[in-house]
């Protein structure tokens, strides 16, 4: 059966988040400070609810546990990717992700962390952290004792339409003036390292230096991304990276295009511009995802899409 599952975002506060999730997406935001805005998720902190279709008012967690083959009959309790969309009017904390494993052991069974960012926006002069100046274990423990963050953060320039993969142990930190689209195995375990001595509610945030030390990749191990593209008449497809988890991609669309749909299941997020899929209208904000199955799908009018699948 051919099913397109519409899915409603939930939105998040976040002491760092602005309002662009309501000026450039038209989002309902509970306010002012709404950093992320959960696409596609199935995480208990945030489960995206069907908005149309055979399976109006059900939550994706629900859905991926009783109606299977809509994913391909895929194994694994847990939905396995999130999407989201990140306002970042401030600087998020730097910090760091586990892997499967360290997951598995310290944070009750939890997935890992493994995600990659899609540059939508960002302030001119806008900067990134991805990556630490450290040598070694000893090395990064006597860095993170002395405070010395400038030393040890490896900073980098950013504009729109960049992309970086960050994979678990990866010191990395959005700066303030950055939106961006997350493509992420369906985790909410993050480390922090270091807050800029941020208050919230009068008091400094949690800080994680044990756990960060311990999942921290010495050296810093920098991943390339992909990026190779295909031109098909004046639509292109660019295949941003493939990893382990998922595979993801930008489709830019300037009239008409057929593709497949990658199975086990495909996830789409428009990201620009506004158009049909099979004749269904879709447009910039929204999100969805094509059942397993799906087969052969026609994309129409002027819009850009990042699309993802996990690798099974």
Not at 110 to 139: F, P, R
Not at 258 to 273: D, N
Request: aromatic share 8%.
């Amino acid at each position: 059966m051919k099913e397109i599952l519409f899915l409603d975002p939930v939105m998040k506060e976040m002491i760092w988040g602005g309002n662009r999730l309501s000026k450039d997406f038209h989002y309902n935001i509970p306010s002012d400070k709404t950093g992320e805005c959960w696409a596609v998720s199935a995480h208990a902190n945030g489960d995206c609810v069907v908005k149309s279709g055979t399976y109006e008012g059900r939550k994706l967690s629900d859905i991926w546990k009783k109606e299977k083959d809509l994913f391909g009959n895929v194994n694994g309790d847990t939905f396995p990717l999130l999407v989201k969309i990140i306002d970042a009017k401030e600087d998020l904390s730097i910090q760091v992700h586990p892997d499967d494993t360290y997951a598995k052991q310290n944070e009750n069974g939890s997935l890992g962390k493994t995600e990659c960012w899609y540059i939508l926006d960002c302030d001119e002069g806008a900067q990134i952290v991805i990556g630490h100046n450290a040598s070694s274990k000893d090395e990064l423990k006597k860095m993170i004792e002395d405070k010395a963050w400038n030393d040890l953060i490896k900073v980098q320039p950013i504009k729109k339409g960049d992309f970086f993969q960050i994979t678990p142990g990866t010191v990395h930190a959005i700066k303030g003036g950055t939106l961006i689209l997350e493509t992420q195995q369906n985790s909410d375990i993050t480390y922090r390292l270091y807050d800029y001595d941020r208050l919230q509610n009068g008091k400094p945030r949690e800080l994680h230096l044990e756990k960060s030390i311990d999942v921290i990749t010495c050296p810093f191990e920098e991943v390339k991304p992909l990026r190779e593209t295909i031109t098909i008449e004046n639509n292109t497809i660019e295949k941003l990276i493939q990893c382990e988890y998922y595979e993801v991609s930008k489709i830019d669309v300037n009239g008409e295009i057929s593709l497949p749909a990658k199975e086990p299941f495909t996830i789409m997020s428009v990201i620009g511009g506004e158009g049909l899929i099979d004749n269904v209208k879709i447009s910039k904000g929204d999100h969805f995802i094509l059942s397993s199955g799906y087969g052969e799908y026609t994309l129409e009018g002027n819009l850009s899409i990042i699309s993802s699948n996990m690798i099974h």
